[in-house]
């Protein structure tokens, strides 16, 4: 399976995020944040067709909260992590996909990271010619990728980069 490729938005996204909102929110509580961000959270915008969520909390709730991620099937995956967010993964069934990727962000709520995931989505939902422009980039990092992160990662970065500053620049 490809690992970098560009699939087409599909408006099933939000739907997919909410039903597995509800799923978490049986493992947390209803007190947490839980965010949709990332390319499936933009209307609009393609990219991998992975749903990621954001789960804000106070930084010493980072560890219980993985926990009940792991008791939700998401597996803890500690290369990807760091001190504000703890990153996990879980393959769930999916009618269009067979399996779709789900990527879940423990999060530090006061954190740059959150902040930055937060400001990133919603600046690209509100400024449609800069979600066409990093469109544009995702797809081509996706053809010249060969599989290399290094590769797909340094092609869409000035993009990000770009964006980022105009969408923190607003907040």
Not at 87 to 95: A, I, M, N, S, T
Not at 96 to 109: A, D, F, I, M, T
Not at 140 to 168: G, R, T
Request: proline share 4%.
């Amino acid at each position: 399976m490809a690992k970098y490729v560009f699939k087409d938005y599909d408006p099933l996204f939000p739907t997919l995020f909410a039903t597995e909102k509800a799923r978490l929110i049986l493992f947390m509580g209803e007190q947490i944040a839980i965010e949709h961000v990332g390319s499936t959270a933009v209307p609009g915008l393609g990219g991998k067709g992975i749903i990621d969520i954001a789960v804000a909390v106070k930084s010493n709730q980072l560890e219980n909260t993985s926990a009940k991620a792991q008791q939700a099937g998401y597996e803890f995956k500690p290369h990807a992590s760091n001190e504000v967010r703890l990153f996990h993964q879980q393959d769930l069934p999916d009618q269009q996909e067979g399996v779709r990727r789900y990527h879940l962000h423990v999060v530090n709520k006061d954190s740059l990271e959150y902040k930055k995931m937060i400001a990133f989505r919603n600046y690209l939902r509100a400024h449609p010619k800069d979600m066409d422009k990093y469109a544009d980039i995702k797809k081509e990092a996706a053809k010249k990728a060969n599989e290399d992160k290094n590769v797909y990662m340094s092609i869409k970065q000035p993009v990000i980069d770009e964006i980022l500053a105009k969408a923190l620049s607003e907040n």
